[in-house]
Protein backbone atom coordinates (compact mmCIF):
# COMPACT_ATOMS: atom_id res chain seq x y z
CA UNK A 1 0.00 0.00 0.00
CA UNK A 2 1.13 3.72 -0.73
CA UNK A 3 -1.25 6.12 0.05
CA UNK A 4 -4.82 4.95 0.45
CA UNK A 5 -5.74 5.71 -3.53
CA UNK A 6 -2.59 3.80 -4.38
CA UNK A 7 -1.77 6.35 -6.40
CA UNK A 8 1.74 6.61 -5.37
CA UNK A 9 2.32 9.74 -3.21
CA UNK A 10 4.62 10.09 -0.30
CA UNK A 11 4.68 13.70 0.71
CA UNK A 12 6.10 15.27 2.89
CA UNK A 13 6.23 19.30 3.50
CA UNK A 14 9.34 19.50 5.70
CA UNK A 15 9.92 23.19 4.65
CA UNK A 16 7.09 24.10 6.50
CA UNK A 17 9.54 23.10 9.58
CA UNK A 18 10.75 26.51 8.61
CA UNK A 19 9.74 30.03 10.31
CA UNK A 20 6.94 31.18 8.95
CA UNK A 21 8.33 33.99 7.60
CA UNK A 22 9.58 31.50 4.17
CA UNK A 23 5.92 30.94 3.35
CA UNK A 24 2.50 31.36 3.15
CA UNK A 25 -0.45 28.57 3.21
CA UNK A 26 -1.69 29.14 -0.21
CA UNK A 27 -4.37 27.12 -2.22
CA UNK A 28 -4.46 26.20 -5.65
CA UNK A 29 -7.55 27.79 -7.04
CA UNK A 30 -10.26 25.71 -8.81
CA UNK A 31 -10.09 25.64 -12.46
CA UNK A 32 -13.22 24.76 -14.44
CA UNK A 33 -13.31 21.74 -16.73
CA UNK A 34 -9.10 20.43 -16.11
CA UNK A 35 -7.87 18.61 -18.89
CA UNK A 36 -4.35 16.40 -18.87
CA UNK A 37 -3.11 17.27 -22.43
CA UNK A 38 0.82 16.33 -21.59
CA UNK A 39 1.80 13.27 -19.01
CA UNK A 40 5.15 12.26 -18.02
CA UNK A 41 5.22 8.52 -17.41
CA UNK A 42 8.99 8.39 -17.26
CA UNK A 43 8.72 10.57 -14.28
CA UNK A 44 5.94 9.63 -12.78
CA UNK A 45 7.85 5.95 -12.25
CA UNK A 46 11.06 7.47 -11.21
CA UNK A 47 8.87 9.38 -8.41
CA UNK A 48 6.75 6.13 -7.74
CA UNK A 49 3.68 7.38 -8.97
CA UNK A 50 0.78 5.21 -10.66
CA UNK A 51 0.51 6.78 -13.94
CA UNK A 52 -2.44 4.45 -15.23
CA UNK A 53 -4.52 5.63 -12.47
CA UNK A 54 -2.91 9.78 -12.41
CA UNK A 55 -3.85 10.18 -16.02
CA UNK A 56 -7.43 9.84 -15.20
CA UNK A 57 -6.81 12.41 -12.95
CA UNK A 58 -6.60 15.81 -14.33
CA UNK A 59 -8.20 17.33 -11.13
CA UNK A 60 -5.04 16.83 -9.26
CA UNK A 61 -2.75 18.60 -11.89
CA UNK A 62 -4.89 21.41 -11.69
CA UNK A 63 -4.97 22.23 -8.43
CA UNK A 64 -8.77 21.22 -8.09
CA UNK A 65 -8.37 17.92 -5.49
CA UNK A 66 -4.70 18.39 -3.34
CA UNK A 67 -3.19 14.42 -3.08
CA UNK A 68 -2.57 12.91 -0.06
CA UNK A 69 -0.60 14.34 2.12
CA UNK A 70 -0.25 17.60 0.29
CA UNK A 71 -0.35 20.72 2.83
CA UNK A 72 -0.04 23.58 0.00
CA UNK A 73 1.69 26.54 0.58
CA UNK A 74 3.79 29.16 -1.65
CA UNK A 75 7.38 30.11 -1.18
CA UNK A 76 8.64 33.35 -0.05
CA UNK A 77 11.91 35.29 -1.68
CA UNK A 78 13.28 38.39 -3.25
CA UNK A 79 15.55 38.53 -5.93
CA UNK A 80 17.48 41.14 -7.80
CA UNK A 81 15.91 41.57 -10.93
CA UNK A 82 18.14 43.23 -14.11
CA UNK A 83 20.34 44.36 -11.30
CA UNK A 84 17.23 45.78 -8.54
CA UNK A 85 15.85 43.96 -5.91
CA UNK A 86 12.97 43.18 -5.55
CA UNK A 87 10.56 41.42 -2.93
CA UNK A 88 8.60 39.08 -5.04
CA UNK A 89 7.32 35.38 -3.42
CA UNK A 90 5.50 32.63 -5.75
CA UNK A 91 2.80 34.72 -7.34
CA UNK A 92 1.26 32.17 -9.27
CA UNK A 93 2.53 28.76 -7.70
CA UNK A 94 2.33 26.84 -4.68
CA UNK A 95 3.82 23.99 -3.43
CA UNK A 96 1.78 20.88 -3.19
CA UNK A 97 4.69 18.99 -0.98
CA UNK A 98 7.98 17.13 -1.26
CA UNK A 99 7.78 13.71 -2.71
CA UNK A 100 9.62 11.01 -1.84
CA UNK A 101 10.81 8.84 -4.32
CA UNK A 102 11.55 4.91 -4.21
CA UNK A 103 15.17 5.67 -4.51
CA UNK A 104 15.09 8.03 -1.55
CA UNK A 105 15.53 11.02 -3.12
CA UNK A 106 13.10 14.10 -1.78
CA UNK A 107 11.58 16.37 -5.13
CA UNK A 108 9.81 19.27 -4.81
CA UNK A 109 6.09 18.82 -6.51
CA UNK A 110 4.76 22.71 -7.64
CA UNK A 111 1.90 23.57 -9.83
CA UNK A 112 2.64 26.74 -11.97
CA UNK A 113 -0.10 28.58 -12.84
CA UNK A 114 -2.52 27.72 -10.00
CA UNK A 115 -4.07 30.98 -8.92
CA UNK A 116 -3.70 34.17 -7.13
CA UNK A 117 -1.00 34.17 -3.52
CA UNK A 118 -0.41 36.16 -0.92
CA UNK A 119 2.84 37.16 -3.24
CA UNK A 120 0.77 37.79 -6.63
CA UNK A 121 1.50 41.49 -6.11
CA UNK A 122 -0.61 42.66 -9.30
CA UNK A 123 -0.81 39.61 -11.19
CA UNK A 124 -2.95 36.80 -12.19
CA UNK A 125 -1.84 34.12 -10.57
CA UNK A 126 -2.32 32.44 -14.02
CA UNK A 127 -0.39 30.96 -17.28
CA UNK A 128 -1.25 30.17 -20.48
CA UNK A 129 -0.55 27.35 -22.69
CA UNK A 130 1.97 28.21 -25.02
CA UNK A 131 4.70 29.21 -22.44
CA UNK A 132 3.70 26.01 -19.90
CA UNK A 133 3.99 23.76 -22.96
CA UNK A 134 7.85 25.15 -23.92
CA UNK A 135 8.71 25.16 -20.49
CA UNK A 136 7.82 21.49 -20.42
CA UNK A 137 9.77 21.05 -24.01
CA UNK A 138 12.49 22.83 -22.93
CA UNK A 139 13.43 21.30 -19.73
CA UNK A 140 12.42 18.01 -20.69
CA UNK A 141 15.31 18.92 -23.53
CA UNK A 142 17.70 20.12 -21.24
CA UNK A 143 17.33 16.98 -19.46
CA UNK A 144 17.98 15.02 -22.51
CA UNK A 145 21.13 17.25 -22.91
CA UNK A 146 22.09 16.14 -19.29
CA UNK A 147 21.97 19.76 -18.14
CA UNK A 148 20.82 19.95 -14.45
CA UNK A 149 16.89 20.98 -14.45
CA UNK A 150 14.11 21.30 -13.04
CA UNK A 151 11.40 18.58 -14.89
CA UNK A 152 8.03 18.72 -16.06
CA UNK A 153 5.70 16.08 -15.13
CA UNK A 154 2.10 17.24 -16.66
CA UNK A 155 0.46 20.35 -18.49
CA UNK A 156 -3.32 20.34 -17.81
CA UNK A 157 -5.87 23.02 -19.83
CA UNK A 158 -8.27 24.77 -17.83
CA UNK A 159 -10.56 25.54 -20.17
CA UNK A 160 -10.27 29.21 -18.70
CA UNK A 161 -9.37 32.23 -20.78
CA UNK A 162 -6.70 34.35 -19.35
CA UNK A 163 -6.09 37.95 -20.52
CA UNK A 164 -2.40 38.90 -21.77
CA UNK A 165 -2.27 40.59 -24.86
CA UNK A 166 -4.62 38.72 -26.62
CA UNK A 167 -7.40 36.30 -24.55
CA UNK A 168 -4.98 32.97 -24.42
CA UNK A 169 -6.12 29.43 -23.19
CA UNK A 170 -4.89 28.96 -19.66
CA UNK A 171 -2.79 25.96 -18.11
CA UNK A 172 -1.00 24.63 -15.22
CA UNK A 173 2.48 23.36 -15.08
CA UNK A 174 3.65 20.46 -12.79
CA UNK A 175 7.09 20.74 -12.36
CA UNK A 176 9.61 18.80 -9.91
CA UNK A 177 12.71 20.23 -8.62
CA UNK A 178 15.36 19.19 -5.87
CA UNK A 179 13.98 22.00 -4.68
CA UNK A 180 13.03 26.00 -5.26
CA UNK A 181 15.21 27.58 -2.65
CA UNK A 182 16.95 30.48 -4.67
CA UNK A 183 19.71 33.10 -4.08
CA UNK A 184 16.74 34.95 -3.41
CA UNK A 185 15.23 32.94 -0.77
CA UNK A 186 18.52 33.99 1.01
CA UNK A 187 18.06 37.19 0.13
CA UNK A 188 15.08 37.43 1.33
CA UNK A 189 15.77 36.18 4.51
CA UNK A 190 18.68 38.50 5.34
CA UNK A 191 16.89 41.29 4.44
CA UNK A 192 13.09 40.72 6.41
CA UNK A 193 14.51 37.60 9.10
CA UNK A 194 16.33 37.77 12.20
CA UNK A 195 19.89 36.04 12.09
CA UNK A 196 18.31 32.95 13.90
CA UNK A 197 15.40 32.76 10.25
CA UNK A 198 18.65 33.17 8.16
CA UNK A 199 20.32 30.26 9.90
CA UNK A 200 17.08 28.27 9.93
CA UNK A 201 17.13 28.33 6.48
CA UNK A 202 20.99 27.90 5.93
CA UNK A 203 21.02 24.58 7.90
CA UNK A 204 17.21 23.53 6.36
CA UNK A 205 18.96 23.71 2.73
CA UNK A 206 22.72 22.41 3.73
CA UNK A 207 20.93 19.51 5.53
CA UNK A 208 18.40 19.03 2.04
CA UNK A 209 21.46 19.24 -0.42
CA UNK A 210 24.81 19.31 0.61
CA UNK A 211 24.52 17.07 3.77
CA UNK A 212 28.10 16.37 3.88
CA UNK A 213 29.22 19.48 4.94
CA UNK A 214 26.76 19.79 7.63
CA UNK A 215 29.68 19.07 10.23
CA UNK A 216 32.60 21.13 8.78
CA UNK A 217 34.28 24.11 11.21
CA UNK A 218 32.58 26.92 9.13
CA UNK A 219 29.79 25.46 7.69
CA UNK A 220 28.50 28.09 5.97
CA UNK A 221 31.47 29.02 4.09
CA UNK A 222 31.74 25.33 2.98
CA UNK A 223 27.88 25.66 2.08
CA UNK A 224 28.78 28.88 -0.05
CA UNK A 225 31.83 26.94 -2.10
CA UNK A 226 29.64 24.42 -2.98
CA UNK A 227 26.75 26.23 -4.12
CA UNK A 228 29.34 28.18 -6.14
CA UNK A 229 30.68 24.77 -7.73
CA UNK A 230 27.38 23.92 -8.72
CA UNK A 231 26.36 27.13 -10.33
CA UNK A 232 29.91 27.72 -12.26
CA UNK A 233 29.79 23.68 -13.85
CA UNK A 234 25.90 24.56 -14.66
CA UNK A 235 26.70 27.90 -16.40
CA UNK A 236 29.51 26.72 -18.30
CA UNK A 237 26.98 23.72 -19.34
CA UNK A 238 24.78 26.66 -20.52
CA UNK A 239 27.65 27.64 -22.67
CA UNK A 240 28.48 24.41 -24.13
CA UNK A 241 25.26 23.69 -25.23
CA UNK A 242 24.50 27.29 -26.79
CA UNK A 243 21.57 27.64 -23.60
CA UNK A 244 20.82 31.61 -23.78
CA UNK A 245 18.77 31.58 -20.06
CA UNK A 246 17.27 35.21 -20.36
CA UNK A 247 16.35 36.01 -16.78
CA UNK A 248 19.22 35.33 -15.01
CA UNK A 249 18.10 37.03 -11.69
CA UNK A 250 19.07 35.85 -8.75
CA UNK A 251 15.32 34.97 -8.03
CA UNK A 252 15.93 32.38 -10.48
CA UNK A 253 19.16 30.97 -9.28
CA UNK A 254 18.73 27.68 -7.37
CA UNK A 255 20.68 26.42 -4.66
CA UNK A 256 20.80 23.13 -6.30
CA UNK A 257 22.43 23.79 -8.96
CA UNK A 258 19.29 22.76 -11.10
CA UNK A 259 17.99 25.33 -14.29
CA UNK A 260 14.88 26.92 -13.35
CA UNK A 261 12.58 28.96 -14.37
CA UNK A 262 12.30 28.99 -18.30
CA UNK A 263 10.77 32.12 -19.15
CA UNK A 264 12.41 33.79 -22.13
CA UNK A 265 14.95 31.25 -22.82
CA UNK A 266 16.30 29.89 -25.72
CA UNK A 267 19.01 28.11 -27.37
CA UNK A 268 21.61 29.86 -29.69
CA UNK A 269 21.52 29.05 -33.55
CA UNK A 270 24.09 31.44 -35.54
CA UNK A 271 27.13 32.05 -32.65
CA UNK A 272 27.27 35.38 -31.34
CA UNK A 273 28.08 36.01 -27.78
CA UNK A 274 26.24 38.91 -27.88
CA UNK A 275 22.63 36.85 -28.97
CA UNK A 276 19.63 37.67 -26.56
CA UNK A 277 16.34 36.42 -27.32
CA UNK A 278 14.73 38.23 -24.66
CA UNK A 279 12.38 41.33 -25.52
CA UNK A 280 12.83 42.88 -22.00
CA UNK A 281 16.21 42.80 -21.75
CA UNK A 282 17.04 45.62 -24.13
CA UNK A 283 20.64 46.12 -22.90
CA UNK A 284 22.07 42.68 -23.20
CA UNK A 285 22.63 42.31 -19.65
CA UNK A 286 21.68 38.32 -19.94
CA UNK A 287 23.38 37.81 -23.80
CA UNK A 288 24.90 34.33 -24.26
CA UNK A 289 28.44 35.67 -23.89
CA UNK A 290 28.11 37.33 -20.50
CA UNK A 291 25.87 34.34 -18.61
CA UNK A 292 29.35 33.45 -17.04
CA UNK A 293 29.95 36.54 -15.13
CA UNK A 294 26.15 37.17 -14.67
CA UNK A 295 26.76 33.82 -12.56
CA UNK A 296 29.37 35.98 -10.52
CA UNK A 297 27.81 38.74 -9.60
CA UNK A 298 24.50 36.44 -8.71
CA UNK A 299 26.95 34.22 -6.01
CA UNK A 300 28.58 37.74 -4.90
CA UNK A 301 24.88 38.67 -3.80
CA UNK A 302 24.44 34.84 -2.12
CA UNK A 303 27.77 35.38 -0.61
CA UNK A 304 26.52 38.99 0.90
CA UNK A 305 23.58 37.19 2.23
CA UNK A 306 25.59 35.06 4.32
CA UNK A 307 28.34 37.30 5.39
CA UNK A 308 26.75 37.29 8.97
CA UNK A 309 26.64 33.43 9.25
CA UNK A 310 30.21 33.02 8.39
CA UNK A 311 31.78 34.86 10.91
CA UNK A 312 30.36 37.26 14.01
CA UNK A 313 31.53 40.28 12.86
CA UNK A 314 30.44 40.66 9.20
CA UNK A 315 33.68 42.69 8.19
CA UNK A 316 35.94 39.74 9.13
CA UNK A 317 33.63 37.54 6.32
CA UNK A 318 34.49 40.18 3.70
CA UNK A 319 37.53 39.07 2.65
CA UNK A 320 36.79 34.84 2.68
CA UNK A 321 33.50 35.60 0.99
CA UNK A 322 35.55 37.13 -1.81
CA UNK A 323 37.53 34.99 -1.88
CA UNK A 324 35.20 32.47 -2.62
CA UNK A 325 33.72 34.17 -5.34
CA UNK A 326 36.83 34.85 -6.60
CA UNK A 327 37.30 30.96 -7.41
CA UNK A 328 34.10 31.09 -9.25
CA UNK A 329 35.64 33.05 -12.05
CA UNK A 330 38.22 30.51 -12.31
CA UNK A 331 35.74 27.69 -11.95
CA UNK A 332 33.56 28.63 -14.73
CA UNK A 333 36.67 29.38 -16.95
CA UNK A 334 37.98 25.89 -15.89
CA UNK A 335 35.27 24.15 -17.03
CA UNK A 336 34.30 25.65 -19.64
CA UNK A 337 37.66 24.89 -21.16
CA UNK A 338 37.47 21.20 -20.48
CA UNK A 339 33.79 20.92 -21.68
CA UNK A 340 34.98 22.74 -25.31
CA UNK A 341 38.05 20.35 -25.15
CA UNK A 342 36.13 17.62 -25.22
CA UNK A 343 33.78 18.91 -27.75
CA UNK A 344 36.77 19.16 -30.32
CA UNK A 345 37.90 15.50 -28.65
CA UNK A 346 41.44 16.86 -27.50
CA UNK A 347 41.88 14.62 -24.92
CA UNK A 348 45.21 15.53 -23.92
CA UNK A 349 45.49 18.66 -22.28
CA UNK A 350 47.76 21.34 -24.36
CA UNK A 351 48.73 25.03 -23.68
CA UNK A 352 47.16 26.29 -26.73
CA UNK A 353 44.05 24.77 -26.65
CA UNK A 354 42.00 28.07 -25.60
CA UNK A 355 43.89 29.62 -28.49
CA UNK A 356 42.86 27.41 -31.24
CA UNK A 357 38.95 26.95 -29.35
CA UNK A 358 38.92 30.51 -29.44
CA UNK A 359 39.95 30.69 -32.87
CA UNK A 360 37.60 28.73 -34.26
CA UNK A 361 34.77 30.26 -32.31
CA UNK A 362 36.01 34.20 -33.68
CA UNK A 363 35.51 32.06 -36.96
CA UNK A 364 32.36 30.83 -36.47
CA UNK A 365 31.06 34.39 -35.31
CA UNK A 366 32.55 35.75 -38.45
CA UNK A 367 30.80 33.73 -40.67
CA UNK A 368 27.84 33.06 -39.06
CA UNK A 369 27.96 29.40 -38.45
CA UNK A 370 25.17 27.82 -36.41
CA UNK A 371 26.77 26.70 -33.22
CA UNK A 372 25.13 23.52 -32.85
CA UNK A 373 25.70 22.29 -36.24
CA UNK A 374 29.38 23.76 -36.84
CA UNK A 375 30.38 20.86 -33.99
CA UNK A 376 27.90 18.34 -35.50
CA UNK A 377 29.55 18.33 -38.54
CA UNK A 378 33.37 18.23 -36.88
CA UNK A 379 31.92 15.63 -34.95
CA UNK A 380 30.79 13.26 -38.37
CA UNK A 381 33.60 14.61 -40.48
CA UNK A 382 31.26 15.79 -42.78
CA UNK A 383 32.54 19.66 -43.83
CA UNK A 384 29.76 21.13 -45.64
CA UNK A 385 30.31 22.25 -49.50
CA UNK A 386 28.04 24.99 -48.90
CA UNK A 387 29.78 26.41 -45.73
CA UNK A 388 31.27 29.83 -46.29
CA UNK A 389 32.70 28.97 -42.88
CA UNK A 390 34.10 25.56 -44.05
CA UNK A 391 35.30 27.06 -47.47
CA UNK A 392 37.23 29.68 -45.72
CA UNK A 393 41.41 29.38 -46.13
CA UNK A 394 41.19 30.74 -42.35
CA UNK A 395 39.25 27.95 -41.36
CA UNK A 396 41.32 25.35 -43.07
CA UNK A 397 44.31 26.77 -41.41
CA UNK A 398 42.59 26.06 -38.27
CA UNK A 399 41.41 22.75 -39.24
CA UNK A 400 45.28 21.73 -40.26
CA UNK A 401 45.79 22.71 -37.03
CA UNK A 402 43.46 20.95 -35.18
CA UNK A 403 44.00 17.70 -36.85
CA UNK A 404 47.52 18.02 -36.14
CA UNK A 405 46.35 18.05 -32.23
CA UNK A 406 43.85 15.52 -32.79
CA UNK A 407 46.62 13.29 -34.45
CA UNK A 408 49.60 14.13 -32.08
CA UNK A 409 47.51 13.13 -29.00
CA UNK A 410 47.31 9.48 -27.25
CA UNK A 411 44.32 8.25 -27.74
CA UNK A 412 43.10 7.54 -31.58
CA UNK A 413 41.03 9.39 -34.13
CA UNK A 414 38.36 7.05 -33.23
CA UNK A 415 38.09 7.43 -29.52
CA UNK A 416 38.56 11.17 -30.38
CA UNK A 417 35.28 11.45 -32.38
CA UNK A 418 33.01 9.04 -30.03
CA UNK A 419 34.12 11.43 -27.66
CA UNK A 420 32.92 14.36 -29.47
CA UNK A 421 29.58 12.40 -30.26
CA UNK A 422 28.83 12.24 -26.91
CA UNK A 423 29.45 15.77 -26.08
CA UNK A 424 28.00 17.54 -29.16
CA UNK A 425 24.30 17.50 -29.75
CA UNK A 426 22.88 16.39 -32.50
CA UNK A 427 20.48 18.57 -31.94
CA UNK A 428 18.72 21.12 -29.80
CA UNK A 429 15.24 22.39 -29.47
CA UNK A 430 15.66 24.87 -32.30
CA UNK A 431 13.20 28.07 -31.65
CA UNK A 432 11.48 27.95 -34.96
CA UNK A 433 10.84 24.10 -34.17
CA UNK A 434 9.52 24.81 -30.99
CA UNK A 435 7.07 27.61 -32.01
CA UNK A 436 5.90 24.93 -34.98
CA UNK A 437 5.20 22.84 -32.39
CA UNK A 438 3.52 25.22 -29.88
CA UNK A 439 1.81 26.51 -32.50
CA UNK A 440 -0.20 23.31 -33.25
CA UNK A 441 -0.59 22.44 -30.21
CA UNK A 442 -1.95 25.55 -28.82
CA UNK A 443 -3.97 26.86 -31.47
CA UNK A 444 -5.13 23.48 -32.72
CA UNK A 445 -5.14 20.86 -30.65
CA UNK A 446 -2.78 19.24 -32.17
CA UNK A 447 0.19 17.62 -30.22
CA UNK A 448 1.48 15.39 -32.61
CA UNK A 449 4.37 18.31 -33.47
CA UNK A 450 4.99 18.47 -29.77
CA UNK A 451 5.38 14.74 -29.05
CA UNK A 452 7.51 13.98 -31.86
CA UNK A 453 10.11 16.80 -31.42
CA UNK A 454 10.19 15.99 -27.32
CA UNK A 455 10.67 11.95 -28.66
CA UNK A 456 13.69 13.26 -30.95
CA UNK A 457 14.95 15.43 -27.99
CA UNK A 458 15.05 12.33 -25.46
CA UNK A 459 18.53 11.64 -26.46
CA UNK A 460 20.04 14.68 -28.64
CA UNK A 461 23.91 12.32 -29.18
CA UNK A 462 21.56 9.31 -30.67
CA UNK A 463 22.87 10.52 -34.08
CA UNK A 464 19.88 9.16 -35.41
CA UNK A 465 18.33 9.37 -39.38
CA UNK A 466 14.85 10.56 -37.98
CA UNK A 467 16.57 13.25 -35.44
CA UNK A 468 18.12 14.91 -39.40
CA UNK A 469 14.99 16.97 -40.13
CA UNK A 470 15.48 18.65 -36.82
CA UNK A 471 18.94 19.73 -37.79
CA UNK A 472 17.68 22.62 -40.15
CA UNK A 473 18.75 25.92 -40.06
CA UNK A 474 15.64 28.44 -39.08
CA UNK A 475 14.73 30.68 -41.60
CA UNK A 476 16.73 33.77 -41.30
CA UNK A 477 14.11 36.13 -39.21
CA UNK A 478 15.10 37.65 -35.41
CA UNK A 479 13.74 35.72 -32.98
CA UNK A 480 11.80 37.22 -29.36
CA UNK A 481 10.98 35.56 -26.60
CA UNK A 482 8.65 36.95 -23.84
CA UNK A 483 8.91 37.22 -19.70
CA UNK A 484 5.73 36.86 -17.53
CA UNK A 485 4.09 34.93 -19.95
P1 LIG B 1 9.59 35.10 -13.40
O1 LIG B 1 10.02 36.23 -14.30
O2 LIG B 1 8.69 34.11 -14.08
O3 LIG B 1 10.72 34.47 -12.68
O4 LIG B 1 8.63 35.78 -12.31
C1 LIG B 1 9.04 36.80 -11.46
C2 LIG B 1 8.03 36.96 -10.34
O5 LIG B 1 6.75 37.36 -10.86
C3 LIG B 1 7.78 35.70 -9.56
O6 LIG B 1 7.64 36.06 -8.22
C4 LIG B 1 6.50 35.18 -10.13
O7 LIG B 1 5.80 34.36 -9.23
C5 LIG B 1 5.74 36.45 -10.44
N1 LIG B 1 4.75 36.27 -11.52
C6 LIG B 1 5.00 36.01 -12.82
N2 LIG B 1 3.83 35.91 -13.51
C7 LIG B 1 2.84 36.11 -12.63
C8 LIG B 1 1.40 36.12 -12.71
N3 LIG B 1 0.75 35.91 -13.86
N4 LIG B 1 0.69 36.37 -11.58
C9 LIG B 1 1.32 36.58 -10.41
N5 LIG B 1 2.66 36.59 -10.26
C10 LIG B 1 3.41 36.35 -11.35
MG1 LIG C 1 11.14 33.12 -11.42
Not at 145 to 171: F, Y
Not at 254 to 269: E, H, K, L, N, V
Not at 408 to 419: D, F, G
Not at 454 to 469: C, G, N, S, V
Request: glycine share 6%.
Amino acid sequence: MTDKHQQGWQLENTYQHLPELFYSPSEPAEVEHPELVVFNEKIAAELGLDSTILKEKPEIFAGNHLPDGSKPIAQAYAGHQFGYFTMLGDGRAVLLGEQLTPAGERYDIQLKGSGRTPYSRGGDGRAALGPMLREYLISEAMHGLRIPTSRSLAVTTTAEEILREEALPGAVLTRVAKSHIRVGTFQYARQQGSKADLQALADYTINRHYPEIAEDENRYLSFLYKVIEKQAALIADWQMKGFIHGVMNTDNVTISGQTIDYGPCAFMDRYDPKTVFSSIDEEGRYAYGNQPGIGAWNMARFAESLLILMEDEEEAAIPKAKEAVETYVKLVEGYWLDGMRLKLGMMDKGENDKKLIQHLLNLMQQYQADFTNTFRSLTLEQLEADSKLFQSDAFKKWYQEWQDKLNNQSPSKETAHQLMKQHNPSIIPRNYLVEEALTAASREQNYQPFHDLLTALEDPYAYTKEQEKYTATPPNQPYQTFCGT
